[in-house]
């Protein structure tokens, strides 16, 4: 990685005065985060690429980047702000200086194909992309295409002497999810949305200045964004980041004596039991004992399964708790930090958030009966990014956010029990059966198909795309290698099968159940 040149701190004219608890409700949480930098100046912030950076450091160094944003303008006024850096340093420079600049920041996954890049870009009509030098060729040919402003993470500028003041109502973040229409669409977030979804977490698990955490999630949603990183800078914490999910490293990673915390997808808690079950007797003992001293472990974004659950605790003796959120929410449903932990159950609404679960007609359900989850709150989004209409039917009426997740309310407890079949969940990665069938239908051979999630204990659910062939053109391997130009990863499906045809209701519509029974008979 280049070096970080911090600035001299007398060259820094102070842009804020520390305003009063008053003031940051309505100027927005940047200063609540500024004057938290300023608290805890010589915490470590973050740890990344084996080099520590303190709250001092992160704060002049994204200053300095925010100039350079601004280029001389006094406020980026909500332009939309892209980056593609690795999860790092830079990667929260590049985001506080989006925010100190009054632009919306929009973080892309790095290993997804340009071709997604290129969908994001152009719909957030994004104003300005930031890279750094590993990805910078790609990146540059695209964006001049485009005509979007290249800048390069880890440079530097003259600082500007007053930063624009931000209004909390203004938009900080765009997010892009995939749900039920095939594109995937952005969700915005205002500074107010960001620090409720963020202070609901700090109060609900009792964040510290004296906490460090391990984030090996992507930088671009929620969980890695908010509920790792912005949660540990708000309190003083330090936010170590792994390169990449590697068992033994994390593992060693966790057993650091100053770990505290550790957050992760079901996916990952079940890749590290296969791999310490895979070690012998003496090395389980250290890491269980190692992994023993954390203060408390979190698993969300999809169900936990129980044995995953279950066998975590023998090793650990830590009950993970789960909790249950959306990128349009943040966390809206935990288990409690002190109380009982429910396996399979997602716990009791956090603090700020109201909830509601409703029949079809959108009225309450009787307690122990099924019903949409419906939200609303401070954490709750703005709106879709340019997509007025299905930001309106997203609400109801009277403002309530319609999730899509089906749960019930049981023994004083929330469980989710079900979603919509369109929307699969894999490895945490919430993605549309929609949207990969669209892809697949534009492949030269492949005349029809049906995408759906199939149960898995590893990954939650397995993409099972069913393909009605016009001749036996391609193999699985060329099909794949094409995905790979046109979607991130973990879109791609890893389980294939050829039908004479899909099975259809009178409508003409594909019966997603049925054709999830095919699969699972078949698998
Ligand atoms: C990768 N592979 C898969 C999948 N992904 N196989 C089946 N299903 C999948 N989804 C295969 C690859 O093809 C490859 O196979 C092998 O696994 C390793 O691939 P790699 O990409 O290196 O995987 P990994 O690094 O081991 O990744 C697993 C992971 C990752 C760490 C669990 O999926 C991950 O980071 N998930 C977290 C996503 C997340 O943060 N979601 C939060 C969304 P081969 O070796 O044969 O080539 S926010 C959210 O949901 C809300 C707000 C909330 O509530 O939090
Ligand atoms: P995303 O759009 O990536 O934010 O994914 C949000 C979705 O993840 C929710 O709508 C749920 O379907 C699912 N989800 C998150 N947490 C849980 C959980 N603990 N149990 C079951 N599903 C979950």
């Not at 800048?151 to 003041?165: K, R």
């Not at 990952?268 to 791999?275: D, E, H, R, T």
């Not at 958030?353 to 709750?380: A, F, Y």
């Not at 319609?402 to 490895?427: C, M, P, V």
Request: aromatic fraction near 8%; glycine fraction near 6%.
């Amino acid at each position: 990685m280049h070096s970080l040149q911090p600035l001299a701190l007398s060259r820094i004219k102070p842009s804020y005065s520390v305003p009063n608890s008053i003031l940051w409700s309505i100027l927005g949480f940047m200063l609540y985060l500024i004057n938290q930098a300023k608290l805890y100046s010589n915490n470590i912030a973050i740890i990344a690429d084996d080099k520590a950076y303190t709250y001092q450091q992160l704060l002049i160094s994204s200053q300095n980047f925010a100039s350079l944003l601004l280029n001389g303008a006094k406020d980026l006024n909500q332009k939309r702000v892209a980056f593609v850096l690795p999860p790092g340093m830079d990667y929260v420079i590049v985001q506080w200086a989006i925010w100190q600049a009054g632009g919306i920041a929009v973080p892309l996954n790095p290993k997804a194909p340009l071709d997604s890049h290129r969908y994001v870009l152009e719909d957030a009509a994004v104003d300005i992309i930031v890279t750094s030098p590993i990805y910078i060729a790609d990146i540059e040919a695209l964006a001049s295409e485009l005509k979007i402003r290249v800048v390069t993470s880890g440079m530097s500028a003259e600082l500007t002497p007053d930063l624009p003041d931000i209004a909390a109502d203004r938009a900080a973040m765009i997010l892009y999810t995939s749900g039920t229409t095939a594109a995937p669409k952005g969700v915005v977030s205002t500074h107010e949305n960001i620090e409720a979804q963020a202070k609901a977490l700090v109060e609900a698990w009792e964040w510290s200045a004296t906490d460090r955490i391990i984030n090996v999630l992507p930088m671009h949603h929620i969980h890695g964004i908010i509920n790792i990183l912005t949660c540990a800078l708000m309190s003083g914490a330090s936010c170590e980041f792994m390169a990449r999910f590697e068992p033994k490293v994390l593992l060693d990673k966790l057993c650091q004596p100053e770990v505290t915390l550790f957050m992760a997808v079901p996916t990952i808690y079940y890749k590290l039991v296969a791999y310490w079950e895979s070690l012998d007797q003496p090395e389980q003992i250290k890491i269980s004992a190692g992994l023993n001293t954390l203060r408390l472990m979190v698993s969300g974004s999809a169900a936990l399964p129980v044995s995953t659950l279950e066998k975590w605790k023998n090793i650990t003796s830590h009950t993970l708790l789960e909790r249950y959120g959306m990128t349009e929410i943040g966390m809206a449903i935990s288990n409690p930090y002190i109380g009982e932990r429910r396996p399979g159950h997602i716990g009791l609404p956090l603090p700020g958030v109201e909830l509601r679960l409703v029949d079809e007609e959108m009225h309450d359900v009787q307690i122990g009966e099924q019903g949409e989850i419906l939200v609303k709150g401070p954490n709750v989004f703005k709106e879709y990014w340019n997509k007025p209409e299905i930001t309106h039917a997203a609400f109801t009426s009277d403002g309530w956010f319609k999730t899509g997740d089906i749960a019930i309310f049981k023994e004083g407890y929330y469980k989710i029990i079900g979603r919509n079949l369109d929307i699969i969940k894999s490895g945490g990665y919430k993605l549309s059966a929609l949207e990969i069938e669209e892809v697949l239908r534009s492949y030269p051979g492949i005349s029809d198909c049906g995408v759906v999630g199939i149960p898995d204990e590893e990954w939650g659910e397995l993409v099972a795309a069913a393909l009605i062939i016009d001749g036996d053109s391609f193999t699985e391997r060329e099909l794949i290698l094409w995905l790979s130009n046109k979607l991130p990863r973990y879109k791609i499906p890893t389980v294939f099968k050829k039908l004479r045809e899909l099975p259809r209701n009178a409508m003409g519509k594909v019966v997603k159940n049925e054709l999830k029974e095919i699969f699972i008979h078949s698998v």
